[in-house]
């Protein structure tokens, strides 16, 4: 039977400093560029627990027969210098899509034959595009869906990459680039959603000596050797987005303390837009939300910053007026279909909402307590539990799906009940 766990509705507004785990996606490209690079590096996860997909990455890479030692908080990588050890083997991404995609590339780079799969959703995701590139690259991929038997080494060149549904496949593509005997060249078609990953990756690149030279639609990397480092990752800026928006939603103030404006990653863009719908935002150092006593609506393209999406959404259920969120129907082949799931379980909620093919227009209604269905996608359940801090009665279907990337997220949301 699918457990349900009850939001605990604070007394009053929330006043709370809290922590957040490290970043997946920065963890799970420097953990790749780690074993990548020619010497040892020291990756820093931090006290949280990072969640499930940073643990598929690094028992990914040991599959690959790369040698990672547990140091307390932080894995000790010895790199291979573009090297891929293990010359055949079969990888589970589970439902993790850095694996998938970033996997796919890596496997490229090494002997095989080897087997990338996936959960039942993962097979359902794209890959198309990435396996089609890195046949024209020279790896030999049997199949566009998971599960796939791919073979190398992949020698490089000039290619076309669709950008419109995934930015892991330009970013999987880019982290193999220098290791590519004649480097590449990158043509992006269409409009990239979740854009910014794209220059965390170039960034992380740049860090460890790879110059990644980029000039409108077409970025160009020749080949080179990763360097070796020592880096600790920063807090998750969409893990802290809840956090910020249970600020937004009650009136009250939460202090993020390890994700400042500093950061590389692009959904900390999130406080712009709550913002725009009232927040006082600091940016000093830390993060820090203060919640108005009303909040605005908001009509925003997301399309760089989806994974907010299912956060700002719950937001504009409180807001007065009516708000549009657009530039999502990439979402809809995540882990679940977002754009379908956020419309429902609003309106489970008591929401009027309009579900469009790119996004959603929410229309407030007073909201009630219900079960809310989270089809197994951890952003689901975490935006959704928000609500809960209003509303008297929300509870969580399989909670436990949070476990993805933040398996401490309830535990520390009841923290905020504490601290009012």
């Known amino acids: 039977m ?103 590339a890596l496997l490229a780079l090494g002997d095989g034959p080897y087997v990338l799969d996936g959960s039942r959703r993962m097979r359902e995701r794209p890959m198309a595009p990435l396996a089609r590139a890195l046949r024209a690259l020279g790896a ?63 960034a992380r690149m740049r860090e460890r000596g790879i110059e990644a030279k980029r000039s409108a639609a077409e970025i160009a990397v020749v080949p080179g050797s990763y360097r070796s480092r020592d880096v600790e990752i920063e807090g998750d800026a969409t893990a802290a987005s809840y956090f910020l928006a249970a600020a937004a939603i009650t009136g009250g103030e939460v202090r993020v303390e390890n ?77 679940s279909d977002r754009i379908h799931a956020v419309a429902t379980e609003l309106r489970r909620l008591g929401a009027d909402v309009d579900e469009m093919p790119d996004g959603v227009r929410i229309r407030p209604r007073p909201l009630h307590g219900a079960v809310v269905r989270t089809y197994r996608d951890h952003r689901i359940a975490m935006a959704f539990a928000l609500a809960g801090l209003r509303v008297e009665g929300v509870a969580i279907a399989d909670p436990e799906c949070v476990g993805k990337t933040f398996p401490d997220y309830f535990a520390l949301l009841s923290s905020l009940a504490r601290s009012s």
């Open 2 to 104: 699918e457990s349900v766990l009850a939001v605990e509705r604070p007394a009053r507004p929330p006043r709370a400093n809290v922590r957040v785990p490290a970043s997946k996606s920065v963890a799970n490209r420097e953990l790749v560029l780690s074993a990548l690079a020619a010497g040892t590096s020291r990756v820093g996860l931090g006290a949280l627990d990072p969640g499930e997909d940073v643990r598929r990455m690094i028992a990914a890479l040991r599959t690959l027969e790369f040698a990672l030692e547990d140091a307390g908080d932080a894995l000790v990588i010895r790199g291979e210098d573009g090297a891929v050890p293990a010359q055949h083997g079969r990888i589970d991404a589970g439902d993790a899509g850095t694996v998938a995609r970033f996997g796919a």
């Open 259 to 335: 994700v400042d404006a500093a950061t590389e990653q692009g959904d900390l863009a999130v406080v712009e837009h709550l913002r725009a719908m009232g927040c006082a935002v600091e940016t000093h150092g830390a993060l820090t939300v203060r919640g108005p006593e009303r909040l605005a609506a908001l009509d925003a393209d997301l399309s760089d910053i989806s994974d907010t999406f299912p956060t700002l959404a719950v937001c504009c259920a409180f807001a007065d007026g009516d708000s549009r969120l657009t530039g999502l129907a990439h979402t809809r082949v995540q882990e």
């Open 140 to 202: 030999a991929v049997d199949g566009d869906a998971l599960p796939l038997t791919i073979s190398g080494p992949a020698s490089g060149g000039e290619i076309d990459l669709a950008v419109d549904v995934s930015s892991q496949f330009a970013s999987a593509l880019l982290v193999a680039a220098p290791l590519f005997e004649e480097g590449l060249v990158l043509r992006l078609i269409g409009v990239a959603v979740s854009a910014p990953f794209i220059d965390l990756t170039i």
